[in-house]
């Protein structure tokens, strides 16, 4: 047996509570919406859905909508132009973003579908 005495500066390592199935929780009253563990749609997808809308918004507004960095979104936008996906412009003093809506989706599952067609689902046509 080994001896614990001199091991208390080392925290123990508690095991995560087992989740209970969502059908079998009791319902919160006026609890706030917890947000999901994951979404079906990857940082750079949700970029881009952010710029679709609003073509001329703020890269610092679009890490606030997405929840991640402005650092982070600036890397993101630089990966969609590399990939022919997004075309930066200025305008005046911001930036003005088109979208390709002819660039096939980067996965071989996808790729039969163009950013476009996913933009149309998600953002629809204006």
């Not at 507004?61 to 132009?81: P, S």
């Not at 412009?89 to 071989?108: A, C, F, Q, S, V």
Request: aromatic share 4%; proline share 6%; with cysteine.
């Amino acid at each position: 047996m080994k001896n614990t005495k001199h091991m208390s500066h080392i925290k123990k390592r508690s095991r995560p509570a087992v989740k209970q199935a969502a059908s079998t929780r009791a319902p919160v009253a006026d609890a706030p919406l917890a947000l999901p563990d994951w979404t079906y749609f990857s940082n750079h997808g949700h970029v881009l859905f952010c710029l679709a809308r609003q073509p001329d918004m703020l890269l610092r507004e679009v890490a606030a909508k997405v929840g991640i960095t402005e650092r982070a979104v600036q890397r993101i936008v630089a990966d969609l132009e590399e990939a022919g996906a997004l075309r930066r412009e200025r305008d005046g003093r911001r930036n003005r973003y088109t979208i390709n809506p002819n660039t096939p989706l980067r996965h071989h599952n996808e790729a039969h579908c163009t950013v476009g067609m996913l933009i149309d689902i998600v953002v629809g046509r204006k």
